[in-house]
């Protein structure tokens, strides 16, 4: 069966710090990744995906930055963090196929102070 | 622009008091509509796919319905542990031989003993 790993769970950084959080999938091969951010009253916002190995597509202008040196790592980063980069972080993997749904980690809270 | 809507935001309910949860979607070209449990801290747990109008899906106290325009997650005599938020979501293209998902904000549902 397929599983996904995504860490650390929780991350207090500094402000202008940089920022490495890293999304692993098992039992799978050439899946879709995803890079969502969810905010309080605000839903999942999707900040990055990728169809394969070195593919990614931003959805939103940002100081974060994405990544996918191998078929099943997705590395979200950032070179400086700033105080509203402060959320709940998650990775999630789909087959690669319309109507399939996305299956996540369980998240990294990232506070920025 | 695809646009996802639950209602309510929040519910309380007794143990054994059964409802409904509402998802209203406006989308272009549905490939798939989605229903997802979420405990505090932990990421999003896929429940069920619903693809076409008509279609339902079961399990355990909960049951999904799709209709053209909205989606209702019905709970059927809710325990304690079935509290958490409930989020949608919709799948349509979004050009290029890819998916774009669509996020409502979520019903916090709580059941009361």
């Known amino acids: 069966s397929q599983t996904i790993h995504q860490w650390p769970a929780t991350l207090v950084q500094p402000v202008g710090s940089p920022l490495s959080l890293e999304c692993t999938v098992e039992g799978t091969s050439n899946p879709n990744l995803y890079w969502y951010r969810q905010a309080a009253g605000r839903g999942l916002q999707l900040l990055f995906y990728?169809?394969?190995?070195?593919?990614i597509s931003s959805e939103v202008p940002q100081n974060l930055s994405a990544s996918r040196p191998q078929d099943r790592q997705f590395i979200l980063s950032s070179k400086k963090l700033l105080l509203s980069d402060s959320g709940f972080y998650l990775c999630?993997?789909?087959?690669?196929?319309?109507?399939?749904?996305?299956?996540f980690g369980n998240g990294t809270r990232l506070t920025v102070t | 622009e695809d646009q996802v809507t639950q209602s309510p935001e929040a519910l309380r309910l007794q143990e054994g008091e059964s409802s409904s949860l509402n998802c209203s979607y406006t989308?272009?070209?549905?490939?798939?509509l989605f229903w997802y449990r979420q405990d505090p801290g932990k990421g999003p747990e896929f429940l069920f796919t619903l693809y076409s109008a008509g279609e339902e899906k079961e399990k355990e106290r909960l049951k999904a319905t799709l209709t053209k325009k909205e989606s209702f997650l019905h709970i059927t005599a809710p325990k304690p542990e079935d509290s958490a938020t409930y989020l949608c979501a919709v799948q349509a293209p979004s050009g290029a031989g890819s998916y774009q998902l669509t996020f409502g904000k979520g019903t916090k549902l709580s059941v009361i003993p």
């Open positions: 999630a993997w789909s087959v690669v196929s319309g109507g399939s749904p996305l299956h």
């Open positions: 989308v272009s070209g549905l490939r798939g």
């Open positions: 990728s169809v394969g190995i070195g593919q």
